[in-house]
C-alpha cells in the first residue's frame, strides 16, 4: 500500500455494481449495510445482494450483562434492523439466509422473518438458535418450492401433516428436537430429490426409532454422543434399546458415529461404496456385541472402502462376516480407547478377497495382553492382492509385532509397508526389518 | 495444435501480446477458456484481451497452484490464497476484473472475500483509509467534516 501514498484513487469503488455486491455477499448483513455510508457509490449496493446473514449477538455481545430495560432496548433495535433490511432488501431471490438468535426477547419474531425470506424465494437457508425456548418453525417452511439447502441448529421440528421441498437437496440437522417419533419421517417422506442428510442427534433424543427411508439419498452422517452426566434424563427411556433403519437404494457414503444405538437395520444399500463406521456398545446395551457386528456389517456388503472403528468387547465370537466382494481399503482401528480386534482382523482378512489396502491403527494407550490367531489357510487376498499395508500409532507390543510379522510373511504381492511409529521410544527397527518377507519386492518404510 | 507443443498444452496470449504456455488442465480453471476449447473453437493460441502480461500470469500462477494441490492438505492451500491475494489496490482491481472476465470462480472469490475482509467490523473511516491509501488520510485527519464525505461520491 504504501507504494501508493499520494497517486491513490479509490480503484475498488469503481468495479462494476455486480462485483461489489458479489463483495458484500461474503459479510455479515450487518457489516454489508453498513457500507452505505461510504459514499453515494456504496449507498444502495447492498439492497440487491442475494446472501442474508444476521447474528444478533454481533449487535452487542455483552448481552448478558445488561439491565432488563437496556435488554428490550437492543432487542428491539435488531428487530428494527430486521425489519428494515427484509423491507428494504430488493434482491429478486434470496439465495442465503442465514439467522443466528441467541437472545429470548425476539423469538416470537423469528418465524415471521423466516417465512419473509420464504417468501422471497431462499434458496439457503440456516436458523440457529441458542435460546433456551426453541424456536418453531413457520409451517411456510415446508412447501418451499426454491429452498435447496437448510439447516437448522437446535430448532424445534413440528412437521404439518403435508411437507412437499421439490428442490431440497441437503438436510442438516443439529441437536433439533423433534415433536414426535414421526416428525422426521414426514419431513423426509416430502424431499424427493434429496441428496444430503448430516444429523448430529441431541445428547437427550429419546427417539426410539431413527428411520430413514429416502431412494434419492447419496451422502448420509449420524452422529449421535450421550452425555451420561445427565442420566436423571435418560431413566424415561423405554427398555428396548434404540433402533437406527436405513433405506437408501442410491447411497453413496455413509459416515456413523454413534456410541448409543442399539440395532443397525440397513437395507438396500447395494449402491454404497463408502462406509465409515464409529460404533461401540453403549452402557445402556441391550443386544449382544456379536449381534450387533452382524447386523451392522451384513447391511454394507458392497463397500469399496470401509474405515471401522469398534470398541466392542473384542474376540466376540457369535457373529458373521458377509462376503465383501468390492472391497480393495480397509482401515480398522480401535473406537475410544480400545485397540486391534485381533480377531475382527482376521475375519476381515478371509471375507475380503479382493483387498489391496489395509491400514491398521493401533492404541498407544492400550496395555492388553492379546494372542493373535491366524486364519488357518492363508486367505486369498494375501496371496493375490494386498499390496499396501499402514500401521499407524505402532506401540511394539507383541501381538502387533506378531501381526505384522504374519503379514508379511503371508502377503506375496505386498509392495510397501508403512509403520508409524513415532509413539515409540525404544524402536524394534532392527527386528522388524528382519522380519521374513513373502514378497520379494517388499518395500519397509518406517516412520519415527 | 503445433508439432512443438506438447499434447494437453494451451498458449494463452496477453493483451499486450507476450505468451503463456500453460497445460490445458490449468487453463480450464476459467470458465470462459473452458467454453471455448469445448466448442473446439480455440485454435492452438487463445487471445485473452483486456488482461496483461503481468496479470495473466499472476491468474496463471493462482490457477497451477490450485490444480496441483489437489492432494495437498486445505489449510495450505488457504495460506497461498490469503498470501496470493494481499495485493495494492491497483493490482486487486486487475485481478477481480479479470477473474470476473475470464469467469475462474476459485479467484474471484478469493480475491471478494479479501476485499470483504477488508470492510469486516471496520468503521467508515477506516474502511475509507483502506481504499483511499493515504490520500483520504490526511484529508480526514485536517478536520474536515465527516457528514460532509458521508453523502459525497468519491469519484
Redesign the interface.
Given at each position: 500500500m504504501d507504494s501508493d501514498i499520494g497517486k491513490s484513487e479509490d480503484r475498488i469503488s469503481k468495479l462494476p455494481d455486480a462485483l461489489l455486491c458479489h463483495i458484500l455477499s461474503f459479510l455479515s448483513t450487518k457489516n454489508a449495510v453498513g457500507t452505505s455510508i461510504l459514499s453515494t457509490r456504496w449507498h444502495n449496493l447492498w439492497t440487491s445482494v442475494p446472501n442474508l446473514d444476521f447474528d444478533d449477538n454481533e449487535f452487542f455481545c455483552e448481552y448478558a450483562r445488561l439491565s432488563e430495560e437496556r435488554k428490550i432496548e437492543v432487542d428491539s433495535s435488531f428487530q428494527y434492523f430486521m425489519n428494515r433490511v427484509l423491507l428494504l432488501s430488493d434482491a429478486p431471490c434470496f439465495h442465503k439466509f442465514h439467522i443466528k438468535v441467541r437472545n429470548p426477547g425476539h423469538l416470537d419474531l423469528v418465524d415471521t422473518w423466516i417465512s419473509a425470506a420464504i417468501e422471497r424465494n431462499v434458496q439457503e437457508l440456516e436458523l440457529r438458535d441458542d435460546v433456551e425456548t426453541n424456536v418453531k418453525l413457520p409451517h411456510t417452511i415446508f412447501t418451499s418450492k426454491t429452498l435447496v439447502v437448510l439447516t437448522l441448529w437446535e430448532a424445534f421440528l413440528d412437521v404439518p401433516g403435508s411437507v412437499w421441498l421439490p428442490s431440497l437437496k441437503s438436510l442438516n440437522l443439529h441437536s433439533v428436537k423433534y415433536e414426535n417419533e414421526d416428525s422426521l419421517l414426514k419431513l423426509l417422506s416430502g424431499c424427493p430429490v434429496l441428496e444430503n442428510l448430516y444429523m448430529v442427534r441431541w445428547i437427550l433424543d429419546t427417539l426410539q426409532v431413527l428411520n430413514i427411508s429416502v431412494p434419492t439419498l447419496k451422502h448420509l452422517t449420524v452422529i449421535w454422543y450421550r452425555d451420561y452426566f445427565q442420566d436423571e434424563d435418560l431413566e424415561d427411556l423405554d427398555d428396548q434399546g434404540c433402533k437406527l433403519v436405513v433405506d437408501a437404494p442410491q447411497l453413496e457414503h455413509i459416515y456413523l458415529s454413534d456410541y448409543c444405538t442399539d440395532e443397525f437395520l440397513f437395507r438396500n444399500l447395494q449402491s454404497l461404496s463408502k462406509a465409515s463406521l464409529f460404533v461401540g456398545s453403549s452402557d445402556l446395551s441391550f443386544i449382544d456385541d456379536g449381534l450387533r457386528i452382524y447386523r451392522l456389517l451384513s447391511g454394507i456388503p458392497n463397500v469399496k472402502f470401509l474405515d471401522a472403528h469398534f470398541s466392542f468387547q473384542t474376540d466376540v465370537d457369535d457373529y458373521m462376516l458377509p462376503t465383501f466382494r468390492n472391497l480393495t481399503e480397509l482401515k480398522l482401528g480401535g473406537g475410544g480407547d480400545d485397540s486391534w480386534n485381533l480377531k475382527l482382523l482376521s475375519d476381515f482378512l478371509q471375507c475380503s478377497p479382493n483387498l489391496e489396502t489395509l491400514i491398521l491403527e493401533g492404541n498407544v494407550l492400550d496395555t492388553s495382553d492379546k494372542s493373535w490367531n491366524p486364519p488357518q489357510e492363508v486367505p486369498s487376498c494375501l496371496l493375490l492382492h494386498l499390496k499396501k499395508i499402514r500401521i499407524q500409532k505402532f506401540s511394539g507390543k507383541n501381538y502387533e509385532l506378531r501381526v505384522i510379522g504374519y503379514l508379511l510373511k503371508n502377503a506375496k504381492v505386498l509392495k510397501k509397508m508403512t509403520i508409524d511409529s513415532q509413539n515409540l521410544d525404544d524402536c524394534c527397527c532392527g527386528e522388524l526389518a528382519e522380519l521374513p518377507r513373502g514378497s520379494k519386492t517388499c518395500q519397509l518404510n518406517l516412520l519415527l | 495444435m503445433s508439432s512443438s507443443l506438447e499434447k494437453n498444452m494451451l498458449i494463452l496470449r496477453s493483451s499486450d501480446g507476450e505468451e503463456f504456455i500453460v497445460p490445458e488442465v490449468v487453463a480450464v480453471m476459467s470458465k470462459a477458456i473452458k467454453n471455448m476449447v469445448e466448442d473446439e473453437c480455440a485454435s492452438n493460441t487463445i487471445p485473452v484481451p483486456n488482461v496483461d502480461a503481468n496479470i495473466l500470469a499472476m491468474v496463471i500462477e493462482f490457477c497451477k497452484k490450485h490444480d496441483e494441490s489437489e492432494a495437498e492438505a486445505a489449510s495450505d492451500l488457504k495460506t497461498f490464497d490469503s498470501e496470493f491475494v494481499n495485493r495494492?489496490?491497483?493490482a486487486?482491481?486487475d485481478l477481480?476484473?479479470a477473474a470476473?472476465f475470464r469467469d475462474v470462480k476459485e479467484l474471484?472469490?478469493a480475491l471478494?472475500?479479501n476485499?470483504?475482509e477488508m470492510?469486516?467490523?471496520k468503521s467508515?473511516h477506516h474502511?475509507?483509509i483502506q481504499?483511499?491509501?493515504?490520500?483520504l488520510f490526511e484529508i480526514l485527519t485536517s478536520n474536515f467534516i465527516w457528514n460532509i464525505?458521508?453523502?459525497?461520491?468519491?469519484?
Open positions: - | 495494492g489496490q491497483e486487486l482491481y477481480i476484473t470476473n474471484l472469490d471478494c472475500q476485499v470483504a470492510i469486516k467490523g467508515v474502511i475509507r481504499f483511499l491509501g493515504y490520500q464525505w458521508c453523502d459525497r461520491d468519491f469519484d
